[in-house]
């Protein structure tokens, strides 16, 4: 129903920035909500951001807010700038889909990409 492919990770010193891209496709796929949750080992699955297909809706973790900057070119591209990118920035990005509006639970979310992954160096 909805594949989704991230590409864009990589190794950078902290200040840097990197550009992450998720394309998604399947029948259905814009009919959800698309958003990047990110897992560092040993710890929890978090919340990045979220957004709708138009870009009518957005939504931050209070971490990343006013570095990091969500968007799409409403076709199957969601993207995410991450800006001054900090050591505890590191992790395994994932992209995800949800029927569930303005969720950030990654329970809800349905589909997962494999993840790409972004290590920040100090």
């Known amino acids: 129903q909805v594949q989704l492919v991230e590409s864009g990770g990589g190794l950078v010193q902290a200040g840097d920035s990197l550009r992450l891209a998720c394309v998604a496709s399947?029948?259905?796929?814009?009919?959800?909500?698309l958003a990047w949750f990110r897992q560092a080992p040993s710890k929890e699955r978090e919340f990045v951001a979220a957004?709708?297909?138009?870009?009518?809706?957005r939504n931050y973790a209070t971490s990343v807010q006013g570095r990091f900057t969500i968007s799409t070119d409403t076709k199957d591209t969601v993207y995410l700038q991450m800006n001054s990118l900090k050591p505890e920035d590191t992790a395994l990005y994932y992209c995800a889909a949800t029927i569930s509006a303005s969720s950030k639970a990654s329970r809800d979310y349905n589909y997962w990409g494999q993840g790409t992954q972004v290590t920040v160096s100090s």
């Open positions: 399947g029948r259905t796929f814009r009919r959800h909500i």
């Open positions: 957004i709708t297909w138009n870009g009518g809706w």
